[in-house]
């Protein structure tokens, strides 16, 4: 948990609306792990006024690197998309409490949506590094957003991609994907189920993690102010009437506890 | 020469005029890791209720121009937690620990105070009657002179320890109630509170805020809280605590030489954690700059333009 | 297909819901080198009063965060000039004009109506009981529910052209004004004029503004501006202008949804000349973007958040 | 006047705080004219909100070049002088009425003060283009601030120095300068005088001025919104108790029918 200007080494639009942004920071190398964020300055200035939260995307400890992947949705992260190599990227973090990985399990299948691949490329390097075997069910709008999986392939990840207009693996929905899967292993025990993307798609799989007697990790997503739980502004409500912060709390939380309104 | 920052308000003495705002900066210690809060001139701790408080629905923050919108709800951890669990934690903290309470009814905050303000921990009580994210009480309470008076004539004889109280900007006559709080007790008053605001997703058409309006604060509202500043202190002769999108150790200084005695920083911690210690060596730097010696000289010193 | 942008206000149709706000567009034609006045809904001519007026001493502007605050002081050429010199030259121009008046007392507010109300290049007016820069009437005014009913009881039975109240939103119950304007016979309300705000030159110590405090515009006031207009359109039937740091299209768009039948442009016609027209333009594409075929379906349809 | 977006051809520092930025707009380079200035939008943000007026320094018609000179004093000018050169620079322009030139002399006196200097190199250019004779009196606190004379005097400009710090010129004021120049001069009609700078120097020379049978010419500073007489923001007093508007009206006025507080 500290504040730190980091060098952007690399800054490169992955489609028109999705960029990776690599920054330098052996502390950040050394500290990060999957499923937490960090929350960005996008520029000095009040305007925006406050931070953007964004996943860690990958680290590479070697190289002391970082990268986040994040799309140009509103004005913060369209300012973002202007930065240059050389220029300072200021950070708080890592924040936020990610991925349970002591919890007992040999096979994580992951579901992700949309921007929601953006953790999930850390938390699959650090699986693979534990020898647990990943199962990854990835769903874009557009199949442009598929990127990086022949390496996963080549490491041995089932890969699964289900794109809305057809262009890459199944036309349809993570869900389409996951019911199958689903079919055969959900009394599976060894299996853990990690969830990242937009709300509706937590909701989906939600009913669908029900069935299953495996646990699932979902990672959640609020507007944010402070970041580390102060503000009270990044409330997830659970089923038993419990608010927890996003910020601190999470932003991962145990699926089957959320409440979802829809 | 390193100029005098201290500050006293009432019978409370802080070594520098910088505290940090209730709702944004926890229950004292959750800065710890970025700085050590003993540097501040004070902590004010979030508003505690009787009963611990969830708050609103979600979404309850948005960002707007140069500030941001919350409709919070003062989630709390009721006063008995606050009681137990969270004041014992500051009980060696080298700086000023302000509570600030708020209540449904006149009795509510009788109640309240009643049993914090006994405590040790406790060096000032700050009472807040305007918040605006409340049904009962909240901005309401704030807006009506005589509600405050009632209030304070609760209160006043309970406790010699300083009550300040924290007027909302969303009033016509900011004067008159000033000199309402003054006039029923208080030993100071800190404002402001945010200020009235919303915002629509144009999109869903939906709010920005689930509960439609909500508080803004950050520094869109510096120039109104100047104003509510400047005009209560022409009001009243107890000090002032100024507060409202202070971001720099200037601004501070802005609302020092238009008549506060102290500032507060808030929505600025969210943004940067240790930016209560850049106002503090901002305004320091400034004196020094100025050959200002006592940071005292500079209260209420508008020049004529 | 083209969404039809097409207003009604009272007896007044507007061609489309953009119109510029008073006192940041001259008498009309100051910006017609930069674009086509007649290409917006409406123009809303300086405040004139019985006598020409110099206006305030300066320094009487100065910016803040997202912001800008004028002590103008309602300088202008006076309502004979206007009559004799302004209008005139307005006598062609395709759009709606509306004369926006102030008086330094009811009477006042009275005798300039009828100077202009027949006149017939006035299609409506807009009278100002909120310019916080006057030592007479203004803010005072304009807080005072019953000082607006007073003006209205003088002025309604003068003329059937509308009569849009323009208010301050420096008050505690934006609300109970609203409604006392319309009971009173107002046409529209236009919500909000400036904000009360301040700020401080530190290194002279002196206030930015000559006046001490100003009116506050620009970006800064807009989540403030939804929210007072929002809460009058609970309170009225009345068709609402909205206005209050619109810069874009989609700024414009938050105003109709929260309520407002049409907006005005201030401060962004000092920024960009044209700013009004890409306001128009940016509202065209959003129900184009949206399939809403006309402004009106967008006027107050907030959802459930 | 118009908008434009001009492109930056360079930006350089002139001292640590005083700045050049050439832009290229064939249509600026065609209309400006000595001592109107250009409203410019630091950048596209809500913060700074409003435009800078910047006085036209120098134009280069050949090369369809417009160049402004301006010293960093607070947030929009800071924010300027991070601008490279190959961006945009929006500008309304040009504004105001400059110099009256059509009035009859042959013997012009110009005294700058400080970032007075700005609209002067223009002026020169201009006088010296139609055949007048050019006294220029410079003052600036910083020596290093005084620049490109060499090439005014080679053109036969009688360049007089004053600097507060003493490293160029005379060490002294403007008016250390003038005082010694009118004793000679005040009653030669052929004369006429131009002043730029801030309002203390204006005031003082007023008083030197008003001995001198001949014209003088002001530039004015106030703070502006509109720029073009809308706002009514930038007022200026005259003797006679009119008001008139510095950006409209002005910048350029009779220094003797100025109304100084002080
Ligand atoms: C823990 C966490 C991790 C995230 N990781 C990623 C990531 O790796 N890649 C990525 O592209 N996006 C990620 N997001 C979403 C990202 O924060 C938003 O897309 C971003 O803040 C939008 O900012 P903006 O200024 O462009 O949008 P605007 O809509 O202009 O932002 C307005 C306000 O809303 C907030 N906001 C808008 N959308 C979201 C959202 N989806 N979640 C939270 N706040 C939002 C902004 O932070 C800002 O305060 C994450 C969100 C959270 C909470
Ligand atoms: C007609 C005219 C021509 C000018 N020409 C030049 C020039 O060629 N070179 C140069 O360096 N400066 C010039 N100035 C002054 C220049 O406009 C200011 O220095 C600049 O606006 C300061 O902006 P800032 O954001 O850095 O300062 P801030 O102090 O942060 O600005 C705050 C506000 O005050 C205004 N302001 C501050 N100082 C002045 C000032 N002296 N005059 C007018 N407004 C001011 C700003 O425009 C802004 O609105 C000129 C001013 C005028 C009116
Ligand atoms: C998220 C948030 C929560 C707040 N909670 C409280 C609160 O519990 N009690 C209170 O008196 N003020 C509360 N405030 C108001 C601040 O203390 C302060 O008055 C206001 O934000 C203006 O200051 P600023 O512009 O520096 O933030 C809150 C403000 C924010 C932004
Ligand atoms: C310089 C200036 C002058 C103004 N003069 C008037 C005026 O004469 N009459 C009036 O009713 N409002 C006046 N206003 C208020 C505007 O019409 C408008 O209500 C306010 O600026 C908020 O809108 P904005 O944020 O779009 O500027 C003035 C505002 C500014 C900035
Ligand atoms: S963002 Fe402040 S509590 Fe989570
Ligand atoms: S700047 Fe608006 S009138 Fe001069």
Redesign the interface.
Known sequence: MYIESCEILTHEAITKTVYRIVVSSERLARECYPGQFLHVKVREAIDPLLRRPLSVHRVIPKKNTIELLYRVVGHGTRLMSGLKSGELLNVMGPLGNGFDLETPFDHAVIVAGGMGGAPVFFLIDTLLDMGKQVTLIWGVGDGKEIFGIETFKARGVDVQIATEDGTVGKKGLVTDLLIPFLAKEKNNSTLCGFVCGPECMLSSVQKLAGKTSFPWQASLEERMACGIGVCRGCGVQLRNADMKMVCDDGPVFNLKEIYFEA | MKPDLSVIIGSLNLKNPVMTAS????YGL??A??FDPAMLGGIITKTVTLEPR??N??????????????S?GL?NVGVESFLESKLPELENLKTAVIANIAGNTVEEYCLLLQKIANHPRVDAIEVNVSCPNVEQGGLAFG?DASVIEEIMHCMRPETDKPLIVKLTP????IQSIAAAAESAGADALSLINT??????D?Q????L?????GG?S???????A??KV??AAQAVSIPIIGLG?I?TG?DA??FL??GASAVQVG?L??????GALQVISGIEK?CIDHGIERIQDLVG?????
Chains 1, 4 share one sequence.
């Open positions: 709702g944004t900066f926890g959750e800065y890791d970025y969830a708050g629905r979600m979404p309850r923050i948005a960002e707007t121009p140069a500030g941001m919108l919350n919070i989630a807006a969303n009033v016509t006559d200020v009235l605001g919303m915002g629509v144009i869903t058409r939906k709010p805020l689930a509960r439609i309006t803004l950050g520094p869109a509202i510096k120039p109104i100047l104003a400047y005009q999108g971001m200037e200084v802005e030489i238009a929505t911690n969210f943004i940067q954690p240790d400034y010193t508008l020049a004529e333009a």
